[in-house]
C-alpha cells in the first residue's frame, strides 16, 4: 500500500524570507553606490581619486620652486548627489572655473597637471571597475 504524504510549505514564510532577501540586497547596493563615490573621492581601499584626501602636504606635489599657495577650493568644489536609491554622482559645483584643467579628461589637463593629477577618465574607470567588485564583497556578507 502506497503512503500519501503532504509536506506543506508556507508561503507566508517564503514571503518573508524574499521580503528580507530583498531589502538585504537593497541595502547592499545602496552602500555599494556609496563606497564607489568614496572609491572617486579617494577615500577607499580601492582609490584612485584624489579630489576627497587633498591637502596641503598631499600628493601631487606642488611644482619644484612654485610659490602658489593651495586654496583647496577644487576640494570644496567637490560633490556628490544620490539623485534616486541605486545611482550616485561626484561633480564639482562650478565654484573652481579650473576643475577641468586639474582633474577633467587627459586631453583638457593644463600640462602641469598631468601626470600629477589622475584624469576624469581614469577615475571613471576605476569607479566602473570597482562597483561589482564592491558589490561582490557586500553580497558575500549577506
Do not use: C
Request: net charge negative; hydrophobic share 30%; glycine share 6%.
Amino acid at each position: 500500500m502506497a503512503i500519501k504524504a503532504t509536506i506543506h510549505i508556507d508561503d507566508d514564510e517564503v514571503r518573508q524570507q524574499i521580503k528580507e532577501l530583498n531589502s538585504g540586497i537593497e541595502n547592499v547596493l545602496n552602500e555599494s553606490v556609496n563606497e564607489t563615490l568614496d572609491v572617486i573621492e579617494g577615500k577607499h581601499d580601492l582609490a584612485g581619486g584624489q579630489i576627497g584626501v587633498y591637502t596641503q602636504t598631499s600628493k601631487p606635489n606642488k611644482p619644484v620652486g612654485s610659490d602658489y599657495r593651495r586654496t583647496f577650493r577644487l576640494k570644496r568644489s567637490s560633490k556628490r548627489r544620490r539623485p534616486n536609491q541605486f545611482s550616485g554622482e561626484w561633480y564639482t559645483d562650478g565654484s573652481a572655473p579650473y576643475d577641468e584643467f586639474v582633474i577633467g579628461p587627459k586631453v583638457q589637463q593644463a600640462d602641469i597637471h598631468q601626470n600629477r593629477w589622475t584624469p576624469l577618465e581614469e577615475i571613471e574607470e576605476l569607479a566602473a571597475q570597482a562597483l561589482p567588485q564592491i558589490i561582490n564583497e557586500k553580497l558575500e556578507e549577506l
